[in-house]
C-alpha cells in the first residue's frame, strides 16, 4: 500500500517537475536556488500527502506547496516588516504605461497591426528578462497571479498582505513590465519607427 | 457601459477581479466594440505570455535529485 502510494507520488512529481522548476525560476531568478527550492517542495508534499483530500487536485497542491515554501523563507530572510521598495520612476513620468497604446499609433498603423506583431516576437527571454528585473515584492506577485493564476485574495493570503496591497503591486508591477517590454520592442526593430518616448 | 469603463476596468476583469454583473456587461461591450475588444486581446496574449514564463524544461541534475529525493521516501 505504501509502496504504491510512493510510486504514485514519484509518477506526478516526474510529470510537474517542468513545471515546478519553471515557477521556482521565475520566484528566486536562479538556477540553483530554483533546484534546491523544488527539491524542498517534493520532501515537503511528501511530508504532508495526508493532507491532500482529492488526488486529482495534487499540481494544485503541490505549487501550491512551492509558492508558500518560497515565501516563507524569502519573509523569514528579509526578517522585518512587509515594505516594497519603490519601483523606479522612469523620466519622471507618473502615468500608467500602455504597451497597447504606445504600439497602437495611428502611423504605425499603415503597416498593419503592430501590436499583434509585437507581441508575437517577443521571445521567452524578453519576458524573463522584464520579470526578473522587477524587485522581489513585485515579482512575486506577478508570478502568483500571472504565471500561477492565483486569484488576488489567494495572492494576499499567501504573502499575508491586504488584497488591496496586491492590487497595487500587481498594476505597477505591469505598468513595469510592458515598460520593459516597450523598450526591447523598440531596440530590437519589432516597431516600426515607433517614437523613442516613454 | 462606454469604452473608458471598460478600459479602466478591464485589467480586474481579465483577472476575474470583477463581479458577475460587471463581466457580463463588459462582455457585452467587448462584443460590440472593436477598438475594447482588440486591447482585450493584447492583454490577454500577453497574459498568456507571462504565464508560460512559467514553463522551463528541468535539467537531467534536478530530475536525478528528486528520483533520489523519492528513492529515499
Redesign the interface.
Known amino acids: 500500500m505504501e509502496e504504491e502510494r510512493r510510486r504514485w507520488f514519484a509518477l506526478q512529481v516526474e510529470r510537474l517537475t517542468d513545471r515546478l522548476y519553471g515557477t521556482a525560476l521565475r520566484l528566486t531568478r536562479n538556477a540553483e536556488d530554483a533546484e534546491d527550492l523544488v527539491a524542498e517542495t517534493v520532501a515537503k508534499a511528501w511530508a504532508k500527502l495526508a493532507e491532500l483530500r482529492d488526488p486529482q487536485a495534487f499540481e494544485a497542491w503541490i505549487r501550491r506547496v512551492l509558492n508558500n515554501t518560497f515565501v516563507s523563507e524569502w519573509r523569514h530572510r528579509r526578517a522585518g516588516p512587509e515594505l516594497a521598495e519603490p519601483l523606479p520612476c522612469e523620466d519622471g513620468a507618473e502615468e500608467a504605461f500602455s504597451l497597447f497604446e504606445k504600439l497602437h499609433q495611428p502611423f504605425l498603423l499603415w503597416w498593419g497591426n503592430p501590436e499583434e506583431s509585437a507581441i508575437t516576437n517577443f521571445l521567452r527571454e524578453d519576458i524573463d528578462r522584464a520579470l526578473d528585473a522587477l524587485p522581489d515584492a513585485y515579482r512575486v506577485v506577478v508570478v502568483l497571479v500571472d504565471v500561477e493564476g492565483y486569484s488576488y485574495p489567494e495572492a494576499a493570503e499567501t504573502l499575508g498582505v491586504p488584497v488591496g496591497t496586491v492590487r497595487s503591486r500587481l498594476s505597477r508591477a505591469r505598468d513595469q513590465l510592458q515598460r520593459s517590454l516597450w523598450r526591447h520592442a523598440r531596440d530590437a526593430g519589432l516597431t516600426i519607427g515607433g517614437s523613442n518616448e516613454m | 457601459m462606454k469604452c473608458e469603463d471598460v478600459l479602466r476596468q478591464l485589467?480586474a476583469y481579465l483577472?476575474?477581479?470583477v463581479d458577475a454583473h460587471t463581466a457580463t456587461e463588459i462582455d457585452r461591450h467587448l462584443e460590440a466594440c472593436r477598438g475594447c475588444f482588440?486591447?482585450a486581446d493584447?492583454?490577454r496574449?500577453?497574459?498568456a505570455?507571462?504565464?508560460?514564463?512559467?514553463?522551463?524544461?528541468?535539467?537531467a541534475?534536478?530530475?536525478a535529485?528528486?528520483?533520489g529525493?523519492?528513492d529515499k521516501?
Do not use: H, N, T, Y
Open positions: 485589467v483577472d476575474r477581479d482588440s486591447r493584447f492583454e496574449k500577453l497574459k505570455q507571462l504565464r508560460a514564463a512559467g514553463e522551463k524544461r528541468a535539467p541534475r534536478l530530475r535529485r528528486i528520483k529525493i523519492v521516501f
